[in-house]
């Protein structure tokens, strides 16, 4: 990306002595994960009770492994602690490196630094659906969590919507993917608005915007195997394909010569990173600005390859949604603060740095 | 070998080919030739699988390349395209050489010293050895299309297309990349547009006009006045130099 990174993205043809630049990858990335994982438990203490990161690891060694002792600790910390901001915290890193991985993908995908989850229409797809089961009870027979499976089938329409319109001429390209998502999208967002109008119910509309802006307060043990289950699956599938992904970004036809059958490619990694999202956006909303700066901050660190690449986003997306999480509960206290609107105040003058340090012809 | 008989190609509502035929020639440079139009680069990449042509058939060895897989034409065939300008996405010249090992490694796979190797090989044939930790766009023209010939060096499969490998260059490394082309000894097609260079660096050309190969053979042949001239619609005169043969063009040339 620039000259300061010629250091860290060095010589991948040198066959001896090679250590250097893998060290500093490998130990980047290790550093990266170290960081996320620290993180992890720093943040669980943190929020308007605060816990000690020493009693947090003995509540969750306790719980886990059953670790012996003495417990010390007051029965609300252990609350506190296990049933509340542990499955939230965990739900936040999961949310947040899939819209890591998906924010890379899609920017190889459709060649676009500026492409993020959101453009495939598929989280306006979600909230139609979640609109619809908050404001008129839709789907309230599918149980408790009916806001969230009403959320996903309305991602996957949205995605066959944006399929059946990005393929009706032929292949998928990127601008008939990025034409098709923003259609989808538009036509989706007026469907919520249409809905959110008729049900005039300020309460209500109240409900959905939170639910728009993104929260991981919904966080729950019930809720967390599936989402790990499968985003974690989704996650596999794209670094399998992370060569794929290198030569996409080059252009069709340098994929084609090399082997690489650009359209099927493509179809496969949007129907993966699109379920992806419907998991990641019925279970935690509309989170904006993860999945596009990300990214571009990972880049920066690792360069373009996405053997790198797709971890270090996967980090810092986790990273940055963790602690976005602790500045949207702890902001305003008592009252909370929609994590999309932390995201975004965050998020936009970082990308605008980010953008100022670009190479003059990008 | 790679050949083509008989390639019809449509485009929407366009006839871009009508029975085309184009082979290669071992170890021979073969230059496609012809007016803007006239399906040069929609006939190359018929040859490796971008298009697929609505009749006719495209052998690679003696097999369709409808049967074979993309990674199996990729083996066979390398191609220096004119999409992959890498432009600010920040890749090496190291890493973007090395992903033409990709068609000999499985997705999951890793690449090897092996790989590595090889790359740097390609790079020094290219005469770019220093240049693995340099950002692919920070080269000159001439050196990043050396680039891409060494990723398709490296690849390793014994056929190579250049579709309009010399555009944008200016007449010094014009002339480089070809006779680095030339000097690999493999066999190659190339898309040319400037019938000077054609006539100097290939060792058999083929004329395309509204999508048929109108006529084929060697250079001081098909460069003749009278093959040309009803084909690109404009006055040729020819100059011969020793072994060289030079064209001008326009009522007024030489």
Known sequence: MSAQLESATADPTQ?????????????????????????????????????????????????TIGVPGVENWARTDDAIIWEVRLPRVLLGAIVGSTLGVVGVTLQALVRNPLAEPYILGVSSGASTGAAAAILFGIGSGLGAESVSIMAFLGALGALALVLALARSTGRITPSRMIVAGVAVGYLLSATTSMLILFADSSEGARAVMFWLLGSLANADWSTLPLGYLSMGAGMVVVFWWRRRLDLLALGDETAMASGVDPGRTRLVLVVVVALCVGFAVSLSGGIGFVGLAAPHIARRITGPIHRHLLPASAALGALVLVWADVAARM?????????????????????????????HNT | MLAATGIDLRLGAVDVLSGAQLCTRPGQVVGLIGPNGSGKSSLLRCLYGMLRPNRGAVLIGDQPIESLSQRSIARAVAVVTQDASADGI???????????RHVHRGDHQSFTDEDRGVALDALELVDLSGFAQRNLHELSGGERQRVMIARCIAQQSPVMLLDEPTNHLDVRYQHEILTLVRSLEMDTIVVLHDLNLASRYCDHLAL???????????????????????????????????????????????
């Open chain 1, 15 to 63: 066959t001896k002595p090679n250590a250097n630049w893998s060290w500093s990858r490998r130990s980047t990335l290790l550093a990266l994960a170290l960081i996320s994982a620290v993180s992890v438990v720093v943040v669980i203490g943190l929020g308007p009770v605060g816990v000690a990161p020493s009693t947090v690891l003995r509540i969750i060694g306790h719980h």
């Open chain 1, 331 to 359: 902001a305003l206290q008592p009252r909370e603060l929609p994590i999309g609107v932390v995201t975004g105040v965050l998020g936009a003058p970082v990308l605008v740095a980010l953008v100022r340090k670009l190479p």
């Open chain 2, 90 to 100: 920040g890749i090496t010249v190291g890493e973007f050489v090395l992903l033409g």
């Open chain 2, 208 to 254: 395309l006009d509204q999508g048929r190969v109108v006529y084929q053979g060697l250079p001081e042949d098909v460069l003749q006045g009278d093959v040309l001239e009803p084909v690109y619609g404009i006055e040729v005169r020819r100059l011969v130099d020793g072994e060289h043969t030079y064209l001008a063009f326009g009522p007024h040339a030489l």
